[in-house]
């Protein structure tokens, strides 16, 4: 599984936090500083880093922002842990290049939920090229293609497919559908899926063919 750094001064809540996600399978690693976070960081990146933003020697955004403008660290997916609940709070964290939030109080449900999220959406982004024979997505130029011919799909469309190759041969669900390509917010009918499904397969001629529709759970691409 992925290895998590927690910045958090509470010991409590960061004792609670590596808890959580090591019985989720993850390896964490705990700092109740800026500081000894930015030594560890030097030796070895995480796949994610959950960060407080009210820390003893440096703000929790001005560390987002820091991560961000380094190279090395810019595409850490980052989730903000916040006793802030104003709405300008919150957009200020996502602006600053935070990738999710979490407001404090939260459930050990909800941690490893939207952790688990995170790391789906980022590590499938993060693949550079998704095959199934001949169709070919190219993360790096958004392109997809069949037999080297382009095919124009939408975001949307692109990023469905985009779940659907990375996660081959598995059935997934409308809410894990719903909550990668949309968002977990996301408040529209289950029927959109239905429709970005038919016209995905539509514009993927033959290989729209291989994504069945798995009943009473979603889809999936064989």
């Excluded at 010991?11 to 000894?36: K, P, S």
């Excluded at 820091?66 to 709070?89: C, F, H, Q, Y």
Aim: overall charge negative.
């Amino acid at each position: 599984m992925a290895l998590i750094y927690i910045i958090e001064d509470d010991d409590n809540i960061r004792e609670i936090e590596e808890f959580a996600l090591m019985n989720a399978g993850h390896q964490t690693v705990g700092f109740c500083c800026a500081a000894d976070f930015y030594k560890r960081l030097g030796d070895v990146i995480p796949e994610l880093c959950l960060i407080d933003i009210m820390l003893p020697d440096e703000n929790g955004n001005e560390i987002v922002r820091k991560l961000r403008r380094n190279i090395d660290t810019k595409g850490i997916p980052v989730i903000m842990v916040t006793a802030k609940t104003s709405e300008l709070d919150l957009v200020k964290g996502i602006e600053d290049g935070a990738d999710d939030y979490i407001k404090k109080p939260f459930s050990v449900m909800e941690l490893i939920s939207r952790v688990k999220a995170l790391l789906r959406r980022t590590q499938t982004e993060n693949v550079k090229e998704l095959k199934l024979d001949g169709l070919l997505i190219n993360n790096e130029k958004h392109e997809v293609s069949i037999e080297g011919r382009t095919i124009e799909l939408t975001y949307k469309e692109y990023k469905l497919l985009a779940l659907f190759l990375a996660n081959r041969g598995i059935a997934l669900s409308r809410d894990m559908i719903m909550e990668h390509v949309w968002g977990t917010d996301y408040e529209g009918e289950s029927r959109t899926i239905d429709m970005h499904v038919k016209t995905l397969r539509q514009k993927l001629g033959d290989y729209g063919m291989r994504i069945k529709t798995i009943r009473n759970v979603g889809y999936a691409i064989e």
